[in-house]
T-cell receptor, first 115, second 114 residues
Framework: AQTVTQSQPEMSVQEAETVTLSCTYD???????LFWYKQPPSRQMILVIR??????QNATENRFSVNFQKAAKSFSLKISDSQLGDAAMYFC????????????FGRGTQLTVWP | DTGVSQNPRHKITKRGQNVTFRCDPI?????LYWYRQTLGQGPEFLTY????????KSRLLSDRFSAERPKGSFSTLEIQRTEQGDSAMYLC????????????FGQGTRLTVV
């Protein structure tokens, strides 16, 4: 069974600083994707970044980057130059390669950004 | 607006009543997903469709829940004989597997059963 674990219920960061959110997962599949979704108070889930398991290079999207450690089944999100608008609940999620929308989510990490 | 649309945004109902939610996916997306999210938890998968075919149902989708996508466009999720434990946010998402797109989510329908 696929499981996703986020061990940090809450994190906080000062504006302009860097923060890293942790995620581990468990799967026996070889073809899969990992995602970080952001859910602000408006509740709409927004994709932050995705990583294909077959790619060795870590994905980056502007201030967001991941550290994908396939052997350790670890997938952390680094937010650089944090902004007030980054404050939200962040969910790590897994999907099989054949069904990207069929997601297994972690319990989330609430990120607070202090001015 | 070309995003995923869900209606209503909020629904308050009395225990034992039936409720129905609607989801309109992004127009070219042929896969549609339903999730349930309770407070403090990540979304949990309920079911998904490819066009009008329901391809997977979670065991969370009890006999009181039914989802349809009759013409492969919009979808409805009905809950019969609602219980207080059904109170949650119901999220809909859509994707287009031919282009290997990830899921795009709607804003959700918040259900409160009193």
């Amino acid at each position: 069974a696929q499981t996703v674990t986020q061990s940090q219920p809450e994190m906080s960061v000062q504006e302009a600083e860097t923060v890293t959110l942790s995620c581990t997962y468990d799967t026996s599949e070889s073809d899969y994707y990992l995602f970080w979704y952001k859910q602000p108070p408006s509740r709409q889930m927004i994709l932050v970044i995705r990583q294909e398991a077959y790619k060795q290079q870590n994905a980056t999207e502007n201030r967001f980057s991941v550290n994908f450690q396939k052997a350790a089944k670890s997938f952390s999100l680094k937010i650089s130059d944090s902004q007030l608008g980054d404050a939200a609940m962040y969910f790590c999620a897994y999907s099989r390669g054949s069904t990207l929308g069929r997601l297994y989510f972690g319990r989330g990490t609430q990120l607070t950004v202090w001015p | 607006d070309t995003g995923v649309s869900q209606n209503p945004r909020h629904k308050i109902t009395k225990r034992g009543q039936n409720v129905t939610f609607r989801c309109d996916p992004i127009s070219e997306h042929n896969r549609l997903y339903w999730y349930r999210q309770t407070l403090g938890q990540g979304p949990e998968f309920l079911t998904y469709f490819q066009n009008e075919a329901q391809l997977e149902k979670s065991r969370l989708l009890s006999d009181r829940f039914s989802a349809e996508r009759p013409k492969g466009s919009f979808s409805t999720l009905e809950i019969q004989r609602t219980e207080q434990g059904d109170s949650a946010m119901y999220l809909c998402a859509s994707s287009f597997p031919d282009l290997n797109t990830e899921a795009f989510f709607g804003q959700g329908t918040r259900l409160t059963v009193v």
